[in-house]
């Protein structure tokens, strides 16, 4: 595992297209209108007859300050009292979706994002997940992944305290660079202080993990100052690392207007600013999971890697791939057996629907037979960076060689270069190509030729 990955530049610069993260097959630009409330209801019937375990997404769209760089839902809002109306709709949709579910099924996973989920007060949070405890079966023995998303500058040893003990026991901290000047260019000033506090307050609480967001490619960074920021958070120890690229879209994310364009990082800067990082993680012990996730070894992620069990879903790699997710809350995303759908992103859009006893679907997709066939090969690779043709043949009943035909050209180019290994039974993703697995992903992409490629940040 120590060469899990091995960097080869040439390889990079051919291959580090913009793509798809797949967190989701086919990806939320196939979402449509023409899937609303009455498919979600009848994937919940299913769910329900089949008794399947059950994965909960809960969106908090509030944030008291703007970072430039974001591209999440978000309302920004120094008025707390913004929160009530909308808690109150996201309570009347719990208890809509729950109606059609079993209480048998039980809550293996639950997720609180956004925004910043700790803009709630410390009522509201009660509140909030007293109601979910009444509407779904959430578990009381601490054996769930229960995660939430904490913006240190958002919470205190108490918050951390109230957390705990109503049921969370992952954290994932947002802290993206620790260099000042970084910090003012996105308009995120967070000390290693408060950052420390918070993970501090979380050990002795014994929260089960702790992951830490970093994003390279911001305004002012260059690869030495990451590369201390890299340093500190190592000394951290978190047990999770998610190191993003920046993709700077102003086009589509009004916020990142505010960045000044000249202060960004050159493509090169950016590959060595991966590239130290990298090195640096690996050097520290973490293991490389794939796009953009590193974890320790004894970490539930890297466990499931090697034993061919991790998958993945709109949160990202996980464990709990088999549960059905159910995500409550405004832009949140469910993906309940074949069927993926979204609630509506306009905060008023959503509030006036449950206002009125309707759910706020607005779009999704119900995936057909090549979806599956699709979907489950693309898992394989960014999960295992590995496929067996067999077991997919016999998951699907086809001749693997046969119905991707097409593609073989392109896979042989990949071999050729280093890339993959390719035979008549299996891919395998070389160390030199774990880094560019959504390049390997993208050729079993259906859609991604009728695809706005401008939509999608580059593979590295």
Known sequence: MLDAIRWDSDLIRRYDLAGPRYTSYPTAVQFHSQVGSFDLFHALRDSRKALRPLSLYVHVPFCANICYYCACNKVITKDRGRALPYLQRLEQEIQLIACHLDPAQKVEQLHFGGGTPTFLSHDELRQ??????????????????????????????????????????????????????????????????????????????????????????????????????????????????????????????????????????????????????????????????????????????????????????????????????????????????????????????????????????????????????????????????????????????IDFQGYFGALWSQLQGMANDGLITLDRDRIEILPAGRLLVRSVCMVFDAYLEQQNRQRFSRVI
């Open 128 to 397: 909030l997940m007293a109601h979910l405890r009444k509407h779904f079966n959430l578990l009381d023995d601490d054996s769930g992944d229960y995660g939430i998303e904490i913006d240190p500058r958002e919470a205190d040893w108490s918050t951390m305290g109230l957390l705990r003990e109503l049921g969370f026991n992952r954290v994932s901290i947002g802290l993206q660079d620790l260099d000042p000047a970084v910090q003012r260019a996105v308009n995120r000033l967070q000390s290693l202080e408060e950052t420390r506090a918070v993970i501090d307050a979380a050990r002795t609480l014994q929260f089960r993990s702790i992951n830490i967001d970093l994003i390279y490619g911001l305004p002012k960074q260059t690869p030495d100052n990451f590369a201390r920021t890299v340093e500190e958070v190592i000394s951290l120890q978190p047990d999770r690392l998610s190191v993003f690229n920046y993709a700077h879209l102003p086009e589509r994310f009004m916020p990142q207007r505010r960045i000044n364009t000249s202060e960004l990082p050159s493509p090169a800067q950016k590959l060595e600013m991966f590239q130290r990082t990298t090195e640096q993680l690996i050097a520290a012990g973490y293991r490389y999971i794939g796009m953009d996730h590193f974890a320790l070894p004894d970490d539930e992620l890297a466990i499931a890697q090697e034993e061919e069990t991790l998958q993945r879903n709109f949160q990202g790699y996980t464990t709990h791939g088999h549960c059905d997710l159910i995500g409550l809350g405004v832009s949140a995303i469910s993906q309940i057996g074949d069927l993926y759908c979204q609630n509506s992103s306009d905060l008023n859009e959503y509030q006036n629907s449950l206002a009125a006893a309707q759910l706020a679907t607005s779009r999704g997709l119900v995936c057909n037979a090549d979806d599956r066939l699709r979907r489950a090969v693309i898992q394989q690779l960014i999960c295992n960076f590995s496929l067996d043709f067999a077991e997919i043949e016999q998951q699907f009943n």
